[in-house]
């Protein structure tokens, strides 16, 4: 099989700590190579050196005969989205030299050749439609398909699926498939182990900017040898979280809950101490819920009732209640990138809430804010700017802003996506703890395997209804993948 690109003995340091410590990778043409790795392992700066965005300190890059990758069709689609909210679907798709007629943009043009890209993804949107009011499922398709527009020799995704519904994810594997058949090249970014055993040909693992694995067949490794790969020694077993559900009042209940286009008479609580669940196959509704819970959606119909101070009127309003609200689009509701952690984190208890008083002092946020960090084992201290943290640590700072206020219902929206396994447990842990205290936590995750661990209960949407529930000894990824196909489950 014909190399596409060889990189061997990259090295690549920030600020003193080597990112990348003589790394050698090898792609080849119609295959997908995944690369995986914790959290700071050293895979994003891998991509950015790959994709000509950055220079290695040593090694070498080569594309076929020729050095370097900034020449070439490379097409890079990263977790954190590169488009343009305020345009529609059609200019995201064209943003840079678009097709013209007589100096015009030549719209038609444009719709046929995004038509079948589209199609081949899935994707039925409109192309005059504002980018901004889609899904962030879509947002995400409509990057992917950005990229295959460009026809790329090598195409880069960074956790491509990290924002996907199961129907969507297998959509894509159809794509890869479609497009390794044509000879391209795949390098798979995720942390989804089962996804890149079932997608990958082969798989490079990184730990600490070093390879760990090189570019080891699919069938010779299973995902606990990936993760000892990863970790650097076998994880201790997951333990299911003990029940803390306490008797009272839910802090959370919906009663015949009705949003125009969006829910009809969806009915469920949450008691304190009970981690719950909410699923659905994109657009079932399941998210519309949680924009209830936190006042960001206009309810026509029913009773809403969080905290027993009725329904949230907006997200400030929720926040004043005892609601935090975990997004998962952490970069653009979540956190700012451009100020430190003791600010973020103090951005709810000390100035939104005002617990510091009129004038907190800086020395006191400080404080609070190195506790915390320790805490969530953060990897970086009070005053580093938040936008230069990985991912997995982004995270760990909105969770931050949250533990400090002190919540009585936790909403959390794809709370782990785009972070590593050992994060992964380690924001499991968080949210087991805020239960044992007392808080009602509502849970979305397009992780089903994530929603079986954590959850007590697991309440489904279909069409904007709830449709059943998934407990027990029933609350397995394959039953509840069940169920929000058919709708089948307990009754609620």
């Given at each position: 099989m014909t190399d596409v690109l060889v990189a061997q003995g990259l090295v690549k340091s920030y600020g003193g700590v080597r990112a990348l410590d003589g790394v050698d990778i090898r792609l080849r043409a119609g295959e997908v190579h995944a690369l995986v790795g914790e959290n700071g392992a050293g895979k994003s700066t891998l991509v950015r050196i790959l994709a000509g965005v950055v220079?290695?300190?040593?090694?070498?890059?080569?594309?076929?005969?020729?050095?370097?990758?900034?020449?070439?069709?490379?097409?890079?689609?990263?977790?954190?989205?590169?488009?343009?909210?305020?345009?529609?679907?059609?200019?995201?798709?064209f943003p840079y030299d678009p097709p013209r007629r007589l100096g015009l943009l030549d719209r038609a043009a444009m719709d046929r050749a995004a038509r079948p890209v589209l199609a081949e993804l899935g994707l039925d949107v409109d192309p005059d439609a504002g980018l901004g009011g889609l899904p962030l499922a879509d947002q995400q398709l409509t990057e992917i398909a950005r990229a295959l527009l460009r026809e790329p020799e090598l195409l880069i995704l960074d956790e491509p699926t990290s924002a996907l519904p199961a129907d969507a994810v297998a959509r894509l594997e159809r794509v890869l498939r479609t497009l390794t058949a044509r000879g391209i090249a795949v390098l798979y970014v995720s942390h989804f182990l089962e996804e890149v055993t079932r997608i990958a040909r082969r798989?490079?693992?990184?730990?600490?900017?070093?390879?760990a694995l090189a570019g080891v067949p699919r069938a010779s490794v299973d995902v606990p040898e990936l993760v000892t790969a990863m970790l650097g020694g076998r994880p201790e077993p997951a333990v299911r979280r003990p029940q803390a559900v306490r008797e009272g009042v839910p802090p959370v209940t919906l009663a015949g809950v009705c949003v125009p286009g969006r829910l009809s008479d969806v009915t469920f609580g949450v008691r304190a101490g009970e981690v719950v669940g909410v699923a659905g196959l994109q657009g079932a509704g399941h998210l519309d819920a949680l924009e209830v819970v936190c006042g960001r959606a206009a309810v026509s119909a029913g009773r809403v009732d969080v905290a027993g101070r009725g329904r949230p009127r907006s997200l400030r309003d929720a926040v004043r209640a005892g609601v935090a609200f975990v997004p998962s689009d952490r970069k653009r509701y979540g956190l700012m990138t451009d100020r430190t952690?003791?600010?973020?984190?103090?951005?709810?208890?000390?100035?939104?809430?005002?617990?510091?008083?009129?004038?907190?002092?800086?020395?006191?946020?400080?404080?609070?804010?190195?506790?915390?960090?320790?805490?969530?084992?953060?990897?970086?201290?009070?005053?580093?700017?938040?936008?230069?943290?990985?991912?997995?640590?982004?995270?760990?700072?909105?969770?931050?802003?949250?533990?400090?206020?002190?919540?009585?219902?936790?909403?959390?929206?794809?709370?782990?996506?785009?972070?590593?396994?050992?994060?992964?447990?380690?924001?499991?842990?968080?949210?087991?703890?805020?239960?044992?205290?007392?808080?009602?936590?509502?849970?979305?995750?397009?992780?089903?395997?994530?929603?079986?661990?954590?959850?007590?209960?697991?309440?489904?949407?279909?069409?904007?209804?709830?449709?059943?529930?998934?407990?027990?000894?029933?609350?397995?990824?394959?039953?509840?993948?069940?169920?929000?196909?058919?709708?089948?489950?307990?009754?609620?």
């Open positions: 220079g290695a300190e040593g090694g070498v890059v080569r594309w076929g005969a020729r050095h370097g990758a900034a020449r070439v069709q490379v097409a890079t689609v990263s977790q954190e989205l590169s488009l343009f909210p305020d345009l529609s679907v059609r200019e995201n798709l798989v490079t693992v990184l730990r600490d900017g070093r390879v952690v003791w600010e973020n984190a103090t951005a709810v208890s000390w100035l939104a809430l005002g617990r510091g008083g009129a004038v907190p002092r800086r020395a006191e946020l400080v404080r609070e804010t190195g506790e915390l960090t320790d805490r969530l084992r953060l990897r970086g201290g009070p005053y580093d700017v938040v936008g230069r943290l990985s991912g997995g640590n982004q995270q760990k700072v909105v969770f931050a802003k949250w533990l400090a206020a002190g919540p009585k219902v936790v909403v959390l929206d794809d709370p782990t996506r785009g972070v590593d396994i050992g994060v992964r447990g380690e924001m499991h842990r968080i949210v087991g703890e805020l239960a044992e205290r007392g808080a009602a936590v509502l849970l979305a995750s397009t992780d089903l395997a994530e929603l079986t661990e954590m959850c007590d209960r697991v309440v489904v949407f279909v069409r904007g209804r709830v449709a059943g529930e998934v407990s027990g000894a029933g609350l397995t990824e394959h039953g509840l993948a069940v169920a929000m196909q058919r709708g089948v489950g307990n009754s609620v």
